[in-house]
């Protein structure tokens, strides 16, 4: 689900967006939305209601963001990354990173929380 909501930004974010965006062949917003989920991405997981604690602990990449992450791991494996590709590459991975770790923590959360019961081996 999303909603449109509209943002005055300094012009040094603006600058360093449109950058960003052209290094990386992708729209301004696109950019912007991908910087402000990492910034979400830094409030702790403990410290989130309990339904957007399990919204983290089911979140996923896009369907787009895991193409495009398995397009170039594919051009990776076949040294055909361009540099600008293997900043896309490496901006994809750090954001799968960071979701498998919130995701983990999510879980913890959820357990301590008594949303859900224990993961059994």
């Known amino acids: 689900m999303s909603e449109r909501l509209s943002l005055e930004l300094p012009d040094t974010i603006i600058h360093s967006a ?6 990386t062949n992708r729209r301004v917003e696109a950019v912007v939305i991908e ?3 990492r910034a979400a991405a830094t409030i ?3 410290q989130l209601p ?4 399990l919204a983290v602990r089911d979140q996923q990449m896009s369907d787009a963001e895991q193409r495009e992450l398995s397009d170039l791991l594919d051009q990776q494996r076949e040294g055909e990354l361009t540099a600008t590709s293997r900043q896309r590459l490496e901006s994809l991975l750090h954001i799968y990173r960071i979701g498998m770790v919130r995701k983990a923590q999510a879980l913890n959360v959820a357990v301590k929380r008594g949303l859900q019961p224990p993961i059994q081996n």
Do not use: G, K, M, Y
């Open 44 to 46: 702790p997981v403990d």
């Open 18 to 23: 449109r950058t960003v965006a052209i290094q």
């Open 35 to 37: 910087w402000l989920e």
């Open 50 to 53: 309990d339904n957007q604690v």
